[in-house]
């Protein structure tokens, strides 16, 4: 049997971003996995975003069963997989900032008011630069060029 939402002006076939509170919790608590896949795609693509937060809403009362942990988990995976990319794109700028300037990596660290092992944990991506230190490193980057 298809699940259906009742009293609510939304279809599960509704992109999941659409669905009213009550929808979301229609589907996770009536729901099988094929019908959580929408779910869980906005989960990946927005991590933060408002059916992340409408599901963590409902996690902070819904008992701690095996479907409140499989969401919570979700949430969590989706989080620290965005967080690991954003990362990765930050020690890329880093990268191509040093690269444009021209300079050595030690030269350049000198340059933004850094040491040489602070700016090479940024290009590495162990450490995330604050965002004034970014600024610095991108303005930088293609300004010390001859």
Known sequence: MALAFRNVDASPRDPVETWPYEGLVTVIERGLVPDWQPIF????????????????????????????????????????????????????????????????????AEEVGTSASRMSTYASGKVVPSATMLTRIERAGPSLLP
């Open 41 to 108: 795609a906005e989960l990946r693509r927005r991590p933060w975003g408002v059916v992340a937060r409408r599901i963590e809403q409902y996690l902070s009362y819904a008992p701690r069963e095996s479907v409140a942990v499989l969401f919570r988990l979700a949430i969590d995976r989706a989080r620290h997989d965005q967080e690991e990319s954003e990362r990765a794109e930050v020690s890329a700028r880093v990268r191509e900032a040093i690269r444009a300037s021209g300079l050595t990596a030690a030269a350049f």
